[in-house]
């Protein structure tokens, strides 16, 4: 790696007290590779002569687990200002923690490290590196080493990063300046350099939105392909509205500018990660001019990073916040870190217009029909499925309804919506979830330090709104397994949920995103491309009649197995009463026989009758 002498280094003050002075380094990140998947750094630091521990970041906020990318570190030597290499050893216990022997004489080593982007693990995408001919997304955990010992919220890091010639790029970091193709950034702490992301592009849109009374927000859009960025108006506007929504809803904020760093490609996969000044987010590379997407994905992701900045990042679950990045983490709250942020940007989205409201009952009642077939909830609780975070994200698809998934998502979104019609029901629509956001999340507008908090506050703040038992609400819905799934909060928001036979476009929309044929909900199972057996709903006919996961259908009612065949066959069933499948399971055969009459069932939304429509009130837009 051709890198420079020292000279930038210098940026840091000399008036730094000797402790701050101590925990200190220099990171240069060489991005010029990235198209061949290769990312190479070199951080240097001050040391003296004996052992020196180092650890890889192993547990990266955002993704409440060990991330697993030291399995792509493809280069790792230690070496003396001198250029003599140093020797190192990897710990026996833990493999992201080496052990270095400096020599006598040395005070300054360089850690030289390669660093494979584009093969995310099973839960790093978001806090991974990629790169491809046209575009780039940095996160500078995957290029740093620090000594144990340091305290991130205070060591310091002058980072400078090397990118492909005429790329534009974006990120939360500070530009100091420029020079011989590198970019230099004012020297932050080790956190904020973490948690500060780099997109860049050969094609670049930057669009800047001033809130009164709130900080300016940019959105720095990079792609392969110029056509991706040529979203109109229409859609800025909504951006506008966006963050016009999130001041009324939080009314001060943590940052002193936000930005979002959008990466439109088909190289680069599907993310998003929250920040506390910004966030990563990427996305098809149609997906800032294809209706269809941004009534789905597209459209809730930026509000749901947005939110994050202030739950999650600001405000955090004390057990989540750690002076380093590799002691475990204590992740039983994720119910409020990603429950409360998935409903209050679902709320945003809508308020803004990003997603329709119509689209958006269409998805909820998506998100209560999977819920609905978690008989997981029996066994174990929504909190559980916090605590064991690290074990669900990723991981096996089958018998998913039996083990649950990562729930505290939609499931802790349905509860944050309850609380919300709860509040708005006992107090006539004069008090809102707002209410407690305005409190809980209060914050002068500026960058703020991160501010950790345990349930009970979270629990004096909903009193403060209105009082109410909510230990004993939170105790029955997050803590102990339930038999079903409670939906409550729906009925008392005006609607009950039903079955239609008529296929919503949000099930259209996941069927063509997946390439697989929907029938949960009717004879219990999904079938993929191939024809082949996806997933089996426990207690429904599928079940019954001991199918399994991998199983090829190859007929329907005596002829070759299709899409349309199986559905025609499906909607018959309400005559027939039945419906035979052929399948095979290695090299055996079986017609299966299924005594069945519903018909194809799909989830929806229904407004109860005579009932005032509360999420007509949550969803409206505050800012017109």
Known sequence: MAISGLPWFATFASAQDNRVAAQHMQLEVDASQMDRHLLTSRITLPVSAGPLVLWYPKWIPGIHGPGEQIRN????????????????????????????????GVERISVELTYITNQPTRVSTGVDSFGSDGALAINFN????????????????????K???????????????????????????????????????????????????????????????AEALAFDETLANKYHQLMAEAALMFGGAPFSEY????????????????????SLNGIDQDGLIDQEKQDSRSGYLLAHELVHAWCGKYRRPSGMYRNDLHTVKQTKLLWIYEGLTQYLGQVLAIRSGLVPHDQHLENMASDIGYLANRQGRQWRSLEDTAIAAATLRGGSKSWNDLRRNQDYYDEGALFWLEIDVRIRQATNGAKSLDDFC????????????????????????????????????????????????????????????????EKPNSVKRAEKRSKSIYSQYSLGLTIDEENKIRSITPGRPADQQRLARGMEVLGVNGRKFTKER??????????????????????????VQFEYAQGVRYPQLVRTDDTHDWLADIFAARSN
């Open 163 to 225: 990118l492909p010639e005429g790329w534009q790029f974006g990120t939360s970091l500070e530009t100091k300046s420029s020079e011989e193709g590198w970019v230099l950034f004012q020297p932050d702490t080790l956190e904020n350099v973490i948690d500060s992301p780099l997109v860049a592009g050969r094609h670049y849109r930057l669009l800047e939105v001033q809130t009164e009374g709130f900080p300016n927000t940019q959105f720095h859009f990079v792609s392969e392909a």
């Open 259 to 278: 930005h979002f760093l959008v990466v439109c490609s088909d190289q680069i996969p599907g993310m998003g990660l929250e920040h506390l000044s910004c």
């Open 566 to 591: 199986f559905e025609q066959a499906l909607q018959q069933t309400v005559e027939t009463r039945e419906i035979e499948l052929l399948v095979i399971d290695g090299d055996r055969f079986q017609n």
């Open 438 to 501: 305005r409190t809980f999340f209060a914050a002068d507008v500026g960058r703020q330090a991160v501010k950790p908090f345990e349930l009970k506050e979270v629990i004096e703040t909903l009193n403060a709104v209105l009082p109410f038992d909510w230990a004993g609400l939170i105790d029955r819905r997050i803590h102990q397994p339930q038999d079903e799934l409670n939906l409550e909060g729906i009925q008392l928001a005006g609607y009950r949920y039903a079955f239609t036979d």
């Open 73 to 104: 570190i493809g280069g790792f030597q230690v070496k003396s200002a001198s250029g003599q290499r140093i020797f190192w050893r990897r710990d026996d216990d833990d493999m992201y923690r080496f052990h270095v022997s400096v020599p006598e």
């Open 142 to 161: 995957t290029c740093v080493v620090y000594p144990e010992g340091w305290n991130i919220r205070s060591a310091q890091a002058a980072v400078r990063v």
